[in-house]
Nanobody, 113 residues
Framework: QVQLEESGGGLVQPGGSLRLSCTAS????????MDWYRQAPGKQRELVAS???????NYADSVKGRFTISRANAKNTVYLQMNNLKPEDTAVYYC???????WGQGTQVTVSS
């Protein structure tokens, strides 16, 4: 049974940082591309960052230079380091494998003063 569990969200002031974690079970983690998505209220879910099994990364233009995706295959975990957060980064953040499996609960990130 595939499970994805996100954690690390919270309330942070503009300019602050957060590190999200996502632990996967039930998949051969190391061979899959892993993605971070986010969904703001009233908006569609959008792809934020991706990392291949070999460590190649890709980012949405809106987060380039501020977010860093990384992975620890031995821990079946993918991370999203978010720096210089902006109010527009407020959303529920989700991780998933590519191709996608059932979504986890996500973790709420709120950027507000």
């Amino acid at each position: 049974q595939v499970q994805l569990e996100e954690s690390g969200g919270g309330l942070v002031q503009p300019g602050g940082s957060l590190r999200l974690s996502c632990t996967a079970s039930g998949i051969i983690f190391r061979i899959y591309r892993m993605d971070w998505y986010r969904q703001a209220p009233g908006k569609q879910r959008e792809l934020v960052a991706s990392i291949t099994g070999g460590g190649s990364t890709n980012y949405a233009d809106s987060v380039k230079g501020r977010f860093t995706i990384s992975r620890a295959n031995a821990k079946n975990t993918v991370y999203l380091q978010m720096n210089n957060l902006k109010p527009e980064d407020t959303a529920v953040y989700y991780c998933n494998r590519y191709p996608a499996v059932p979504w986890g609960q996500g973790t709420q990130v709120t950027v507000s003063s």
